[in-house]
């Protein structure tokens, strides 16, 4: 198990971007396999990027492709998301979840969950 806490979202103009941060507590970090999902008020939980223990691969939902980067720094415990060309669309709280499996996009793959951040696009 391992202890997450996101960091970095806000508001933000359509267009603009943001940097989201996830540190990871524990000895164990390295280990798990990494994602980023998020949460509009009224709907599911949704995927939106993942990235394997040691980083060498990364996988994005259609609706990003282009304009997000997942990327990790293991000896730092950090997971970061890259946000570029914002759409109001993408407002939601933002999650990073942490598993120990190679495949897998649904939230039901991943043990740990930070608290969430929330992220807001105006336009």
């Known amino acids: 198990q391992v202890q997450l806490v996101e960091s970095g979202g806000g508001l933000v103009q359509a267009g603009g971007s943001l940097r989201l941060s996830c540190a990871g507590s524990?000895?164990?970090?390295?280990?798990?396999?990494m994602g980023w999902f998020r949460q509009a008020p009224g709907k599911e939980r949704e995927f939106v990027a993942r990235?394997?223990?040691?980083?060498?691969?990364?996988y994005y939902a259609d609706s990003v492709k282009g304009r997000f980067t997942i990327s990790r720094d293991n000896a730092k415990n950090t997971v970061y998301l890259q946000m570029n060309s914002l759409k109001p669309e993408d407002t939601a709280v933002y999650f990073c979840?942490?598993?120990?499996?190679?495949?897998?996009?649904?939230?039901?793959?991943?043990?740990?969950w930070g608290q969430g951040t929330q992220v807001t696009v105006s336009s």
């Open positions: 979840g942490a598993s120990r499996y190679t495949w897998g996009s649904s939230p039901a793959v991943y043990a740990s």
């Open positions: 524990g000895r164990t970090f390295s280990s798990y396999h």
């Open positions: 990235i394997t223990s040691s980083g060498t691969s990364t």
